[in-house]
Every structure is written in C-alpha cells, then in structure tokens.
C-alpha cells in the first residue's frame, strides 16, 4: 500500500517539479530517479520544516499553496485540499511532501513503532560531520530509532530516524580506511 502511495503521488506532482525532473536526458529504455514523494497530511507539515531543514540541512522550497478541484486514485474527491513543498540536501536529492487535509477517506498508512515492516521504504541519505545531524536531532527531539554509533560493517558512522510523517530515515557517513 505505501508503495502504492508513493508511486501514485508521483502522478500528482505539481508541474513546476516535474519540468526539474524531466531536465536530465534518460537513455531510452531508462528510468530517471527525480525525488521521494511522501505522503501525509497538512498538520505534519511544521515538524516536517523542522526535520528536514533544521536537523537535516535541507533547504525548504516555502510555504505550499493549497489547492482544490481534482479526485485522485489516493484517496481524496475534488473537495481535499492539497499542498505541496519540497526540501533539498545540498547535493540535490529531493524530498517533497504531497500533503492532505479535509478527506474524510483519506487511507491511512500504519508505520510500525520500531524498525519498518515487511515491504517498507527506508529513506538513506549520507552525512558530512554526522555528529552535527545527530546534535540537532537531540536539540528537536527527533525520534532517535538507533543512536549516532558504527554500523554493522564498522565501515560508516550510522543513525536512524523517524520523520515526522512516519517513515524510518537513516544517516551515514564513511569511516575513512587507510590505503593499502
């Protein structure tokens, strides 16, 4: 189902994305990775600034304008009011949020409280200067899954998050190894 979400709110993004997406030239036969489109609603939009621009370091496209008129496969009849904003790493990966309001039948995604189920999406983003990520997470009160430490290969520096909207995001940053 979240797979579902995520791929159908692709079909639903405002034109003014979609014109960045399409600027890079695909081989035919190819796809092209333009942004991850997250789902959710209106009210989680404030923590989501404070995510993404504030502990992330991401910077936010502004304030979305709401909009009307239109059904979608989603969820919502031409009576939802929709908005939607972007943020942006500084190495140009993109996370927007398509957001909701007054949809009665709007689905709900369960996430589950630790870890991500079965088929679940994990946002993967590295770091430079984790540490500094990691302190801003604790100065927001960030929901911290697991702790600025090593991850399992000894290779990176690893955390994990969960967004305001639910979803599990993971932050690395290499261990630098001595040359052979």
Excluded: C
Excluded at 6 to 23: D, E, G, K, N, R
Excluded at 29 to 43: D, N, P, Q, V, W
Excluded at 114 to 141: E, F, M, P, Q, S
């Amino acid at each position: 189902m979240r797979r579902l979400i995520l791929a159908l709110s692709a079909l639903l993004t405002p034109s003014f994305l979609v014109s960045h997406a399409t600027a890079q030239e695909v081989e035919p036969g190819y796809a092209s990775f333009a942004r991850t489109t997250i789902l959710a609603r209106y009210a989680d939009l404030e923590p989501s600034i404070v995510f993404w621009r504030d502990v992330m370091g991401f910077s936010y496209a502004g304030d979305p304008k709401p909009t009307t008129g239109t059904t979608s496969p989603l969820g919502w009849d031409e009576n939802a009011v929709r908005y939607f904003t972007a943020f942006t790493s500084k190495e140009g990966s993109t996370v927007a949020l398509l957001m909701v309001e007054d949809a009665p039948d709007f689905p709900s995604v369960n996430l589950p409280e630790n870890g991500v189920a079965y088929g679940g999406v994990v946002l993967v983003h590295t770091a430079k200067n984790i540490r500094d990520v990691y302190d801003r997470a604790v100065a927001n009160n960030v929901d911290i899954v697991k702790p600025y430490g090593p991850s399992t290969t000894g290779l990176s520096i690893q955390m994990m998050f969960r967004a305001p909207t639910g979803q599990m995001v993971e932050i690395y940053e290499m261990i630098p190894q001595p040359a052979e």
